[in-house]
């Protein structure tokens, strides 16, 4: 059983302030937690489960990540999802990473301030094999748990990275930025850099002004004639960028 | 002002079965009103509003609308959003709409359940020109705030039918059914029949076991060399196919 400190601790980082201050953050479901503990074993501190749904016996724990069986009722006080799913693992933050040996691919995400957003565009990074993400000033924390929720797995094989706007167009970075911008080169004959640097912008207010005016290169999903919406959920941008941008590792 | 039935009344929207049984339902936001009253000016009932925040003069409001002045306490009490904008207006139900004149092309959206993707794709198909969405059997209702909200002003520019997969696989059907499915032929090789209709399937579960063990054609966004997530969210699938299927409007 968890102790009420432990209880009253692992609800605490429901808030991003203590989640930030001890680095630690959780990830519910049984998929997902298995999912963590093979990405990073050096990472899962302990698996909190309801004894009547899950048994340890069915997981590869690894060494020093402790289990613990808990009553429903106490997997609903510590569950940060609506329908918790009676299992969740503990996990602590990683290092900064590196960016990936060989990469030519960065994504940029210049302040996505939806965490559904930022949890899907790293679940489809993740399916098009573009494992270096930027996040930008202003985007949503990763650890917060509706990004975990919505990036399922992915979350634990993506390197994330900060950085500015600034660092990335100052010409000492090997990465050619490309703006997802409404008035840009059209897609199918867009033309991607070798090493490039895919930045898209905040749902509301697009691209921050600096990168808009600057001489960035430009790509657009073209509206089809019928059309009318009036724009992209970023999300589904991102699909089709990363879609197009990364055909040419399978042909 | 609102009387205190009109309150009671607008409140009880938030429940699918009062949508259902007075074939009315609210949407909110300065922009999606206004999209509102110019795509469905028939259907606008009222537009209630705080008049600290929006003045009836600087909208074109259609014969029959009424304009509703009211506070902002009241506005809390009737919104169905979190973060309520001061807006809204209350919508009678379409009418079970004909197929757009002479289209080439149907989503069927097969028990899609989450109201976010189901919002994001109505978004999706407007902006690629596809305007008639069949809701299959399972599928969340279109009425429902969060699929409301995703929608932006697109739900009111496409047109929602019933049906069910076996309609279309009946083969008295002029469009050919496509399944986005796992193990179909890869995207960009793939040949859309002239009249397709594009069938997308449950975020857990995939296209109902009748339509995937039927000789359909099949359609697969391959995952990359170095992907690593299991699937692709149904949303971000629709829009990678929207876009190459749409293509042919615009070269």
Redesign the interface.
């Not at 999903?221 to 959920?233: F, T, W």
């Not at 999300?235 to 089709?240: C, R, V, W």
């Given at each position: 059983m968890l102790s009420r400190n432990q209880v009253s601790f692992i609800r605490s980082l429901a808030d991003r302030k203590q989640r930030q201050k001890y680095h630690k953050f959780i990830a519910e479901g049984d998929k997902v937690v298995r999912e963590a503990l093979q990405a990073w074993p050096d990472r899962a501190l302990s698996v909190i489960a309801d004894p009547s749904r899950f048994d340890a016996r069915d997981y590869a724990l690894p060494p020093g990540c402790a289990w613990v069986d808990t009553d429903k009722s106490t997997m609903e006080k510590i569950s940060q999802v609506s329908t918790p799913p009676g299992i969740l693992v503990v996990l602590r933050f990683p290092d900064t990473p590196p960016l990936s040996a060989g990469t030519t691919r960065l994504l940029y995400l210049d302040a996505i301030r939806d965490p559904?957003n930022l949890g899907?565009i790293i679940?489809?990074a993740?399916?098009?094999?573009v494992?270096d993400l930027v996040l930008g000033p202003g985007t949503v924390e990763w650890a917060n748990p509706k990004v975990v929720q919505?990036a399922?797995?992915?979350l634990f094989?993506v390197r994330l990275h900060a950085g500015t706007l600034v660092d990335l167009a100052s010409g000492s970075s090997p990465f050619i930025p490309v703006v997802a911008d409404m008035e840009g080169e059209?897609?199918?004959s867009f033309r991607w850099p070798e090493k490039t640097c895919l930045v898209l912008g905040n749902e509301s207010h697009g691209i921050s002004p600096d990168l808009r005016m600057s001489d960035a290169l430009k790509v657009t999903?073209?509206?089809?004639?019928?059309?009318?919406?009036?724009?992209?959920?970023v999300?589904?941008?991102?699909?089709?960028l990363l879609?197009a941008w990364?055909?040419q590792?399978?042909?």
């Open positions: 559904g899907t679940r489809t993740d399916w098009f094999g494992h919505a399922m797995g992915s094989r059209a897609l199918d999903i073209p509206k089809r004639r019928e059309g009318a919406a009036e724009s992209l959920n999300s589904i941008a991102s699909g089709i879609n990364t055909l590792d399978i042909v």
